[in-house]
């Protein structure tokens, strides 16, 4: 009987200690919990990123200075260079990392996108400046270059992680 006893003193002393974590004040949150936080983030980010190209070695992937990795599937060195102030007319396939279809534009629809004057993912504007007109590429977009800490709020979760089929039919 004294060992249950204890045993709930000791469950009572644990779950206070712990709805006072919980309830700490937010200004007790420094910088460095959100510098330390953050990295944390990026680390596993990394990892996550590392593991599905080690998955996927047919994947032949640049990494820009920002974290974009992408892969030109169909190359078109003839093509025009998508540049600021151009709009694109793109077919878009957006899904998660693991597979999970988030939008897709129509084959016969087009998506346009006038480049670095739009609101979407900033990733995908970086992107559509490395093509060329008539080229296809994957892209992998880190959540801080697609949607970031929220999500879309509708089918992207937050901190999600983007795979982009994009294909850059004409320039405007």
Request: aromatic residues 4%.
């Amino acid at each position: 009987m004294k060992l249950i006893a204890f045993f709930c003193v000791l469950t009572l002393v644990a779950c206070n200690q712990a709805k006072k974590q919980a309830t700490k004040n937010p200004a007790d949150w420094s910088k460095d919990h959100s510098v330390s936080y953050h990295k944390e983030i990026n680390e596993r980010e990394q990892i996550t990123i590392g593991l599905y190209l080690d998955h996927h070695k047919e994947l032949k992937v640049q990494t820009t200075s920002t974290g974009l990795r992408y892969a030109i599937i169909k190359e078109n060195p003839k093509g025009e260079l998508g540049e600021i102030g151009k709009t694109a007319s793109v077919i878009l396939k957006i899904s998660l990392l693991d597979g999970t279809p988030c939008y897709t534009t129509g084959d016969d629809v087009y998506d346009e996108i006038p480049i670095d004057r739009n609101d979407k993912e900033s990733g995908l504007n970086e992107a559509l400046k490395l093509m060329r007109e008539g080229e296809c590429a994957k892209l992998i977009l880190p959540n801080h270059l697609a949607h970031g800490l929220v999500g879309d709020l509708e089918q992207i979760p937050p901190l999600a992680i983007l795979l982009v089929d994009v294909e850059l039919v004409e320039l405007q």
